[in-house]
C-alpha cells in the first residue's frame, strides 16, 4: 500500500522566492506529495529562503533547530533548504545542521523531489547547487496561490552591482523569457480564470537586454492589453536608472495596466546613491514621478527606502526626506541598513551606529505615515472597484468585513451588501473612511460575479491527484489546467 506524504514549504523574503515557492509546491504535487494540513506535522518541510535581512541566518537555523526533536522522534521526515541562503551557505547548512537532508539553490529548484527521493534511498543528506540556472522556473508545474491573482516572470537575475545587495551573486545575471513565452502563460492564467497579473523581475523594465530590444518591456505591457479577459496588469519592480519613457505611455494609454507604480528610491541624498552604485540621482527619480502623474494623476506609487547606509550624515538623511516629501508616496517599504556579508557596503568604513539608524527610521516612518494618510483621505468619497482578496484583512471576522485591491492597489476593507462576493468577484464600493495603510468602505453599490470567482469556488473541492517521480529529473511543462499580490531582495531594485 503506498503511503501519501505531505508537505509544508515556508517561504521568507520577497515576491520572487513568493513565486519560487509556487513552483516548489507544484513540483512536490505533480511528484505525489499533498499538502499537510493546518496543526499538522509534515512528512517533508521545505525552507524557501532569503539571504538579504540580517538575522536570515539566524532565523534559518533557530528554526531548522525547532524542527530537530521532530526529526528525531520520527527518522523519515524530510527537511530541505532552498533559495537564496542555500545558494550561499551551500554545503555549510549541513554542517551546522546535519539532520537537514536536501540543499538545494536558486538555479535548480526543478530538482527538489529527485533530491528528496535521493536522500531517502541513500539514507544521506544531498547538496545540489548550480552556478547557473537549469530551467527557467516558469515552465516548471506551478500550484498557484491565488485563482484570481498571479505571478508571471519576465526575467530572472540582476546585471547591476548595488553596494548594499547580494542577490546578482546568488541569481544570477538577467535571463529574459521571450515575449512570446510569457504572453503564452498569461493567456493560459487568464483562461484558468486569472483577472490580474504581476510582471515579476529583479529589474522588470530592463526587459529586452537579452534580444537586444531596449523598448520591449513597454511592448510586452501594450500586448498584455491585447489579451481578453485579462482585467488588471502590474509590475513590479523597475529600475529608475532604466525607466523610459514608452513604458509610462505604455501603462497611461494600455486600459488594463493599472496606474500603480512601485519604484525603488532607497536614498534620496546624491551621494548615498553613489555609494550604493544605484546608477540615478535625485532629480532622475522626482522627474520620473513628475511624468508619471502627468500622465496618469491618478497613480498610486510606493518605493523602498533604506536608512542608515554606511557613511550616511544628517544632511543625508534629510535629502532622503525631502525627496519623500516632494514624491507623495501612497506607500513606502522602510528597511534599517544591515551589513550582509560578502557585499562591498559590508566593509565599508563609517558604518552608521545602531541607535541613530533607529531614530532616523522612526523619524522617516512618521513621515511617510503622515503621508500615507493624507493621500488616503483624498480617497474618501470615491467610487472604486474592489477585487476581492482572500486573506488580506486580519479584522474581517470581527468586523463583518471583507478586504480587496482598488485598482491602484490600495487595501480595501468594506462592508457586504446583500450578497457575499466570492475571492476573484468584482465589488463597486464608496469609499468612507480612511487611515494609514487602508481604507475602508461601508457602502457596497454592486456586485460583479467573475470567471475567477468561479474558479476560487470550484477549487475548493479540487480532488488530489496522485503522481509519482522517478529518480531522473522532474517531468517538466507547463501545469495542467486546473479551475484556478509587493518589496524586499529580488524585486528592491
Not at 98 to 127: C, K, M, Y
Not at 319 to 334: C, E, G, H, K, M
Not at 374 to 379: F, L, M, P
Not at 439 to 447: R, S, T
Request: aromatic letters at 6%; hydrophobic letters at 40%.
Amino acid at each position: 500500500m503506498t503511503v501519501t506524504r505531505t508537505y509544508q514549504v515556508r517561504t521568507y523574503g520577497c515576491q520572487m522566492n513568493v513565486h519560487d515557492s509556487e513552483r516548489l509546491s507544484g513540483l512536490l504535487e505533480d511528484a505525489g506529495y499533498v499538502p499537510a494540513l493546518d496543526g499538522q506535522d509534515a512528512d517533508v518541510v521545505v525552507f524557501n529562503t532569503c539571504a538579504v535581512r540580517e538575522n536570515a541566518d539566524n532565523r534559518l537555523y533557530g528554526n531548522l533547530g525547532h524542527l530537530r526533536p521532530a526529526k528525531v522522534k520520527n527518522p523519515d521526515m524530510q527537511i530541505a533548504v532552498g533559495g537564496c541562503l542555500a545558494q550561499k551557505d551551500q554545503g555549510e547548512i549541513v554542517r551546522k545542521a546535519p539532520w537537514v537532508d536536501v540543499v538545494f539553490g536558486t538555479h535548480n529548484i526543478g530538482s527538489l523531489p529527485v533530491l528528496l527521493e535521493r536522500a531517502r534511498i541513500a539514507g544521506e543528506a544531498q547538496v545540489e547547487l548550480k552556478e547557473s540556472l537549469e530551467v527557467f522556473p516558469s515552465t516548471l508545474p506551478t500550484k498557484r496561490e491565488s485563482p484570481y491573482a498571479a505571478w508571471v516572470s519576465v526575467s530572472v537575475g540582476c546585471n547591476n552591482t548595488c553596494t548594499f545587495c547580494i542577490v546578482p551573486s546568488l541569481r544570477g545575471k538577467e535571463k529574459d523569457r521571450r515575449p512570446g513565452d510569457v504572453l503564452a502563460e498569461v493567456s493560459t492564467l487568464v483562461e484558468q480564470g486569472v483577472l490580474e497579473v504581476t510582471l515579476l523581475g529583479q529589474n522588470v523594465n530592463t526587459y529586452g537586454v537579452e534580444f537586444g530590444d531596449r523598448l520591449a518591456f513597454g511592448k510586452l505591457l501594450r500586448a498584455c492589453g491585447d489579451i481578453e479577459g485579462l482585467e488588471r496588469v502590474r509590475f513590479t519592480s523597475p529600475h529608475p536608472a532604466a525607466f523610459t519613457d514608452d513604458v509610462i505611455a505604455a501603462m497611461a494609454e494600455t486600459p488594463n495596466v493599472m496606474h500603480q507604480l512601485h519604484m525603488p528610491l532607497q536614498s534620496g541624498s546624491d551621494r548615498v546613491l553613489k555609494a550604493m552604485r544605484r546608477s540615478y540621482r535625485a532629480e532622475r527619480y522626482l522627474g520620473i514621478i513628475e511624468r508619471v502623474r502627468a500622465a496618469m494623476p491618478d497613480a498610486a506609487i510606493s518605493t523602498d527606502i533604506i536608512v542608515g547606509f554606511p557613511g550616511e550624515t544628517e544632511e543625508d538623511f534629510q535629502a532622503t526626506l525631502d525627496v519623500v516629501r516632494q514624491s507623495r508616496f501612497a506607500n513606502a517599504f522602510t528597511f534599517q541598513y544591515s551589513i550582509r556579508p560578502g557585499t562591498p557596503a559590508a566593509t565599508m568604513p563609517d558604518q552608521v551606529p545602531k541607535e541613530v539608524v533607529q531614530e532616523r527610521y522612526e523619524r522617516l516612518i512618521a513621515l511617510q505615515e503622515e503621508i500615507s494618510w493624507e493621500e488616503n483621505k483624498t480617497q474618501v468619497g470615491r467610487t472604486l472597484e474592489v477585487l476581492v482578496a482572500e486573506g488580506e484583512g486580519r479584522k474581517d471576522e470581527a468586523t463583518r468585513r471583507l478586504s480587496g485591491r482598488a485598482p491602484d492597489n490600495r487595501l480595501v476593507h468594506f462592508a457586504v451588501g446583500e450578497e457575499t462576493p466570492r475571492p476573484g468577484d468584482m465589488v463597486r464600493v464608496e469609499v468612507t473612511y480612511a487611515a494609514p495603510h487602508h481604507l475602508v468602505a461601508d457602502h457596497a453599490l454592486g456586485l460583479r460575479r467573475t470567471r475567477a470567482g468561479d474558479a476560487w469556488e470550484a477549487r475548493q473541492g479540487a480532488p488530489a491527484k496522485p503522481k509519482g517521480v522517478s529518480l531522473g529529473m522532474p517531468t517538466i511543462g507547463r501545469p495542467a489546467p486546473l479551475p484556478v499580490e509587493p518589496s524586499g531582495c529580488a524585486v528592491t531594485s
